[in-house]
Each structure stands twice: as structure tokens, then as C-alpha cells.
């Protein structure tokens, strides 16, 4: 992606309510070309540090916009955010994943959520040597991962500075407002995918009325507790499994076909022990493999082939989900007996995978902070807000299709469900009928199809 740099500009923006706007008004950003991409354009956005002291200190946060092709025939901005955390909003809004015809229809903006890309990001991985185990087997061995979090967290706030406190959900929304507004426009549509979904239905329930259109693909059900945040996830780890053995039986090009694939997993994983990266790292190499999917990958990661294929988060997820998803989820283990507690739930419904790679690991990298959550978890509460399309994977080891479920019957009627019949995690590119209902929705808001079938790799 493109790799955004800060214009200088400044956008003045006074706080409001979320039913009315800001007293004072506020000026259009003024845009500039980007150094790296022809057709992108570049700003900054300046908002409070703290929307509760709107006249107080204030942070710069990226902006990138690609125009309209078709001026002409504009019908306003989409905001888009490709999730992470950690992933840049700006630099998403210059990518190709956007059809032609959308973006010859919308000016598609980005704007850098606090703590990521060029938005005073918080970048702590330094920080982050030694970690102990994240599967503690006794007390001594949790408070020891305790003492390590505090201390991770006590650092990286005091490097990063007061936005550390300031970076979750409901805060990127007014954010987003602050945005609308600089562009001067009544309504916006939104795009989010995976942890992008968590701002857009902060900015549902915060701004309705100013919504036009909203995609939420993949989504984050910010309802959920500690136990369903890892065990749902766990849940959809083994049934992707399901999915990539069942691949195996029906594909002669499977390297492990005509064998009892679930067999070859279990030794596997005993000869694993005995490997650099231990039974946890091929765990972990089989999530990416699924969340792909890359079941090539997959099969051959049982059958001990050599290879590797690149897979990784955002470049500073690791140090932004201690100020975001720490503080937009109650993952308050504080005590050995709770993670015992969660841990047996999580095997119980993932003997396949052991657990959840992603859900495990944030909660654990939450353990031990104190104080309740900035943007507490909550049933989606929205009403002035237009249909929102919410689309998933049936298949999704990283956002559940339970999720997605959950989050239509929160709100059935401004919500409409989309399943792609298919696997992995972000559903939108996946095939013609996903791309061509989300294009449709977004262009003539007219509501898709209910199903997608899935299409074989």
C-alpha cells in the first residue's frame, strides 16, 4: 500500500453532541499530493486529545483521499478502514480493492485511527522482549505474565504519550465526525472491515443520522464478554479446521488426500515438540493457514514440507491493542483461577486447534490492566441510522459468522445480513456475487441477495 506522509495542515475542530453540530464551524482540509501515489491526495486532521475537552491539547491524525473518477457522477465520500488494529486507514483509501465503478462514484477516504500509520502511532515492540508464555500452566507463571503486561503497558503509555488514553472506538468515531465535517459533508457512507466494524457501529450509535450507507464485513461483535470474545473465536478456529479437512477428502492435489487428515494433525502437533517453534508455532502457522485460507499451506504444514509463507499482522498491532482493543473489550483476566476458567472453556470448544490464536492472545495481552474499558462492551444500540449491510464468511477463524448473526439480531431492523457461503476472514473480494451486492448496496443502496455461494480455491 501506499505509504502516506503528513501534509501540514491544520483543520480546526470544536466538540458537539452526537444530535448536533459543533458551535464555530470548521474548515475544509486542504489538500496536497501525495510524494508516492499520482492519484492520491494527502492531509491532517487536528481533533481534541480529549472530546470532553474540546478547547484542550489536540492530535494530528492522517488523512489520504482518492477523488472521484467520474465527478460527474459523485455521490459523496466513503470512509473506509481496513481494521488491524494498526492498519492505515489513509493508505487503504489509495488501494485497488475498490471496484471501478465505486471509485468513479465516491471520494474514498482514510483517515489513520489514533496510534496507527501516521497518526501519532504507537510503536512499543521494543518494548516487548522476554515475554513469558501466554498459556501460564500455574499461578506463578500468570502473575509473572501480570507483572510483564504492567510493565509493558506502564512503558508503552508513558512512550507514546496521553494518546495512549485516547485511542478506542468511540473516540475514532467522533473522530470520523471531526472528518465529515472538515469535507463538509451532510452524510457519509462507511466500509469497515474486521476491527474496522468496532468504529463503524460506535459511529452508528453516535451519528446516526449522519450515516448514508454502512458496510460492516467481517464484523467485531462488541457485545461480547471475555469468554465469548475467546471461546467464539476457538468455536471458529475448529470449524474452519473441519472445512480444510473436508477440502482434503474431496482434492486429489491435497497432499495429505486418502488419508485421516485429522490423524496427521494430531502427530503433527507431537512431532512439533520436538522442532524450533515447538507444538505453538505450527498452532499458529495453521491459523494464518485457514484465516488464508491456504489450505495448500495448510496440508503442508502437516506433512512437515519445508517452506514458509509470510504472515503477520499490521506492523504495530501488537503495541495498539494495548490502547484499543484493551480498552473497547473487558479482557480483565486479573487472577489464575478466572484464565483457568476461560482456558477450559476455550479447549472445550476447540479440541481441534486448542483455542483461538488471535482471541487468546489479545485477551492475554489485557491481563492486568486496570480500570473498567473507555468504550465498555454493549448490544449495538442504533436507531436514526439507515440499513447497515453486514457481511461475513460462513467460514472465518478471526471474526465468527455467530458474530456476524448476532450483530443482525442486535438491530434486525437497520441491519441486513450477507453470509458468503465460503471461508476465511474479509468477505467482500471473495467472488462476483459478494463484490456486486456490497457495489449495489453502496451505489443504489439496494439491499443483496442473502446468500453467496462459495467459491472453491
Known amino acids: 500500500m501506499t505509504r502516506v506522509l503528513l501534509a501540514v ?8 453532541s452526537a444530535s448536533a453540530e459543533p458551535v464555530g464551524g470548521t474548515r475544509s482540509v486542504e489538500w496536497a499530493p501525495c510524494p508516492d501515489d499520482a492519484e492520491g491526495q494527502c492531509g491532517t486532521l487536528s481533533v481534541p486529545l480529549d472530546w470532553d475537552k474540546p478547547r ?5 491524525l492522517a488523512v489520504g483521499r482518492h477523488r472521484a473518477t467520474d465527478p460527474a457522477r459523485r455521490i459523496g465520500v466513503l470512509l473506509a478502514d481496513p481494521g488491524g488494529p494498526g492498519g492505515s486507514a489513509a493508505e487503504f483509501a ?7 465503478e465505486v471509485r468513479a462514484r465516491f ?5 489513520d485511527s489514533r496510534g496507527t500509520g501516521n497518526s501519532a502511532a504507537i510503536r512499543c515492540a521494543d518494548l516487548m522482549t522476554d515475554a513469558p508464555g501466554t498459556y501460564p500452566a500455574d499461578r506463578a507463571g500468570f502473575e509473572e505474565l501480570l507483572k510483564y503486561n504492567r510493565r509493558v503497558v506502564g512503558q508503552c503509555r508513558e512512550r507514546s504519550g496521553p494518546v495512549f488514553d485516547h485511542a478506542d472506538g468511540a473516540t475514532v468515531a467522533r473522530d ?8 463538509g459533508e451532510r452524510k457519509v457512507s462507511y466500509f469497515g472491515l474486521s476491527y474496522g466494524t468496532v468504529y463503524g457501529q460506535a459511529y452508528a450509535e453516535l451519528f446516526g443520522d449522519r450515516v448514508r450507507a454502512m458496510v460492516l464485513d467481517s464484523v467485531v461483535d462488541h457485545s461480547v464478554g471475555v469468554r465469548g470474545f475467546v471461546g467464539d473465536r476457538a468455536a471458529a478456529a475448529d470449524d474452519s479446521f473441519v472445512e480444510f479437512a473436508r ?7 491435497c497432499v495429505l ?7 496427521a494433525w494430531e502427530a503433527a502437533l507431537v512431532r512439533a515438540d520436538g522442532e524450533p517453534g515447538g507444538r505453538q508455532g505450527l498452532l499458529d502457522g495453521m491459523y494464518y493457514a485457514l484465516r488464508g485460507p491456504d489450505w495448500v499451506w495448510a496440508a503442508d504444514l502437516i506433512a512437515g514440507r519445508p517452506g514458509f509463507r509470510a504472515a503477520s499482522f499490521e506492523p504495530n498491532y501488537e503495541s495498539v491493542r494495548l490502547a484499543s482493543v484493551c480498552q473497547d473489550f473487558s479482557l480483565r483476566i486479573n487472577n489464575f483461577q478466572e484464565y483457568s476458567r476461560v482456558r477450559a472453556d476455550e479447549l472445550r470448544r476447540s479440541p481441534i486447534m486448542r483455542g483461538s490464536y488471535l482471541g487468546h492472545d489479545e485477551a492475554m495481552a489485557c491481563a492486568g490492566i486496570t480500570g473498567p474499558p473507555a468504550n465498555p462492551p454493549h448490544r449495538l444500540d442504533v436507531h436514526d441510522v439507515p440499513k447497515i449491510l453486514v457481511l461475513n464468511a460462513r467460514h472465518d477463524p478471526t471474526t465468527p459468522y455467530e458474530w456476524a448473526v448476532n ?6 431492523r437497520n441491519t441486513a445480513l450477507l453470509t458468503y457461503e465460503g471461508w476465511g476472514h474479509i468477505a467482500y473480494p471473495r467472488s462476483a456475487c459478494t463484490r456486486g451486492g456490497v457495489d449495489a448496496y453502496l451505489l443504489g443502496l439496494t439491499t443483496p441477495v442473502a446468500s453467496c455461494p462459495a467459491v472453491e480455491q
Request: charged fraction near 20%.
Open 56 to 60: 484542550g491539547q489536540r492530535v494530528d
Open 176 to 183: 470520523m465526525d471531526a472528518l465529515r465535517r472538515a469535507l
Open 247 to 253: 477440502w482434503c477428502e474431496r482434492t486429489e492435489s
Open 9 to 16: 495542515v491544520m483543520v480546526l475542530v470544536s466538540a458537539g
Open 407 to 412: 450483530i443482525q439480531r442486535q438491530a434486525p
Open 257 to 263: 488426500h486418502g488419508q485421516n487428515v485429522y490423524d
Open 94 to 100: 489509495l488501494s485497488g480493492l475498490f471496484s471501478a
Open 107 to 111: 471520494d474514498i477516504v482514510g483517515l
